[in-house]
């Protein structure tokens, strides 16, 4: 299979080759003949199963180069803006037609000069209401409305926002709804705004033989000696450690900066433009550990992660897909690591039952025991997350066993491989 065989034009053919892509994943393989037809497309599938390109090839194949705004594609962060439309700028590298942004937290005349000219628009949700309330927006022309990571556009309440800018195009166009879940807030734009809709499903699981999951049971005062006795005992290609609140990421990330386990994090609470930097700076391989909530990553184009280590489980089973979702891509193999204590058990038995995973249990490890500082900021009172070596039953053994014991781990982690405070058993706090 492949772009010829839906009828993608030879310049976009030629362009997704390339940045390397020839063959289209499931959900490209479903949506592009669909859209082409001039169909209503619900698409859902998993982060990272390419649904950039599943609306973005068919929908630019329909685009002419005209300086009226032809396609609109909605997309819930700025972050995310940036990326659809770097990734269509490349899709449609030998069509030369004129993307613009539109986001918060900048100018708005410069959105507005580009406005004037653009074929296609990505934009957030506010400020393009900002642009249709203050007329600095053509969007007669429109015949394409692409909405995309609509669940995350539901969590995070845009959807009003959505249906009001839709209520400000024409009523004669195609409609694009892709994301990873589908929920009754997106059935009810299905319902009100799509005519005819197809829904197509694809993929919605990472390729499980590319995959390995594993989980380690360990009591919470341990966990963080485990995941640095992991981090250089694994031969690690980027690492996503999902911890599910922001005050836990930053104590992760903090103390691991303490072990000289060198790391980026992100969260919610960081500025859009950090979050970029961060991102950018961990695809260009410059970092190799990110220590990151599930929200402040989703549908982020992160690159090239061998490891996922869950530091704890999200009360939403279906974030583990999500987060295990980032890893395992475009063929490459990847493991997820959950790091498994009593508070998680819930998460994980309905993780279990409602999805179709094999998550398989390792047998102890024996670890040295660090110091893990519990206050956040400049403070530096000890706690001591660890009182006793390992596991209750000594030795424990991967299933990786050509893995035991040689590899510690990549050295962009940085030199020193043990912890400079000494072991401690007291509780100072
Ligand atoms: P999603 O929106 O579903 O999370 P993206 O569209 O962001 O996924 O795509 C994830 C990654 O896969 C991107 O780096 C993209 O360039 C790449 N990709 C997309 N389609 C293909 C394909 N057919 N073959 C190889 N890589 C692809
Ligand atoms: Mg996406």
Sequence with gaps: MSFENVNVKPEIVSALKKI????????????IPLIHSGKDVVGISNTGSGKTAAFGVPMLQHIQKKGKIQALVMAPTRELVVQIAKELEKFSKNLNLFIATVYGGVGFD??????????????????MLDHI?????????????????????????????ITRILDHTPKNKQMLLFGATISDEINRIKA??????????????????????????VKPHEKFSLLCHLLRKEETHGVIIFCSTRATVELI????????????????KLTQNRRL????????????????????????HIDHVSHVFNYDLSRDPEEYIHRIGRTARAGQRGKAITLLSQKDYPSFDEINSRFNVSIEKLPPEQFERLRFDMKSGQQRRGHFNNRSFGGPRGHGRSHHSQRQGSSHGRSRFGGQKKSSFGFNDIHTR
């Design 192 to 217: 009100d705004y799509m005519t005819n809709p197809e829904t197509i499903e694809a993929d919605v699981y990472v390729k499980q033989e590319l995959l390995e999951q594993y989980y380690y049971n």
């Design 20 to 31: 390397g892509i020839e063959t289209p994943t499931p959900i490209q393989e479903k949506s």
């Design 110 to 127: 410069p959105q507005v000069k580009n406005l004037a000219k653009a074929d296609i628009v990505v934009s957030t949700p506010g400020r």
């Design 133 to 161: 309330e203050h007329n600095t927006i053509n969007l007669t022309q429109l015949t394409c409305f692409v909405l995309d990571e609509a669940d995350k556009m539901v969590e995070m309440g845009f959807i009003e926002d």
């Design 277 to 300: 930097k961060v991102i950018e700076a961990f695809n260009k391989e410059k970092v190799n550990v990110l220590v990151a909530s599930s929200v402040a990553a989703r549908g982020l």
């Design 253 to 268: 990330s903090k103390n691991l900066k303490t072990q000289n386990i060198k790391n980026d994090m992100i969260h919610g």
